[in-house]
T-cell receptor, first 116, second 110 residues
Framework: DTGVSQNPRHKITKRGQNVTFRCDPISEHNRLYWYRQTLGQGPEFLTYFQNEAQLEKSRLLSDRFSAERPKGSFSTLEIQRTEQGDSAMYLC??????????????FGSGTRLTVV | SQQGEEDPQALSIQEGENATMNCSYKTSINNLQWYRQNSGRGLVHLILIRSNEREKHSGRLRVTLDTSKKSSSLLITASRAADTASYFCATDADDYKLSFGAGTTVTVRA
């Protein structure tokens, strides 16, 4: 297990299309997070799973966005009816909880979405 | 919203020099973390400092935390070309959500 894997690395889509990204976390990590990063900014929190339960969603996550983590393993982030403002790097991260000795989050390399 | 704010926004130094960057934040935290991001890639965790710690070292990295001033600093000693990257501080207040600043872009000149 070499880290957090995200696919695809790049996605170009036309406005109005739906897109889905996949994240495979480190297998021992029970927590999984999605962040969004635009150019020149730090990542912004989108949502968080503990095992298969989605426990928190940011207000940034409009109703066009949905995330799932079936069986507490990989996760998918779907954006419906994409808009140009959705263009960003979508980062997935995984971790243990603080109570289990978490030192930091392990991030994937991200999926860069361009909506044209 | 971004809680952390790094200063300076950009830093250019000669190889072998030290690089210092600062982070200020607004609310109480459990811990503060520093991450590095190379251009177009994911973030790499560098170091975590808990709210009851004042200083922490890891290799060429030294982090300080002053909770009374709500600020932290990251010092990279004896910088190398490979240290060229963006550096982000991230505060952990809720145990599940990191709040990042906009980052400091560090360029190390050979």
């Amino acid at each position: 297990d070499t880290g957090v894997s995200q696919n695809p690395r790049h996605k170009i889509t036309k406005r109005g299309q739906n897109v889905t990204f996949r994240c495979d976390p480190i297998s021992e990590h029970n927590r999984l997070y999605w962040y969004r990063q635009t150019l020149g900014q730090g990542p912004e929190f989108l949502t968080y799973f503990q095992n298969e339960a989605q426990l928190e969603k940011s207000r940034l996550l409009s109703d066009r966005f949905s995330a799932e983590r079936p069986k507490g393993s990989f996760s998918t982030l779907e954006i419906q009816r994409t808009e140009q403002g959705d263009s960003a790097m979508y980062l997935c991260a995984s971790s243990l909880g603080l109570d289990r000795g978490r030192e930091g989050y392990t991030f994937g390399s991200g999926t860069r979405l361009t909506v044209v | 919203s971004q809680q952390g704010e790094e200063d300076p926004q950009a830093l250019s130094i000669q190889e072998g020099e030290n690089a210092t960057m600062n982070c200020s934040y607004k609310t109480s935290i459990n811990n503060l973390q520093w991450y590095r991001q190379n251009s177009g890639r994911g973030l790499v965790h560098l170091i975590l400092i808990r709210s009851n710690e004042r200083e922490k070292h890891s290799g060429r990295l030294r982090v300080t935390l002053d909770t009374s001033k709500k600020s932290s600093s990251l010092l990279i000693t004896a910088s190398r070309a490979a240290d060229t990257a963006s550096y982000f501080c991230a505060t952990d207040a809720d145990d599940y959500k990191l709040s990042f600043g906009a980052g400091t872009t560090v360029t190390v000149r050979a």
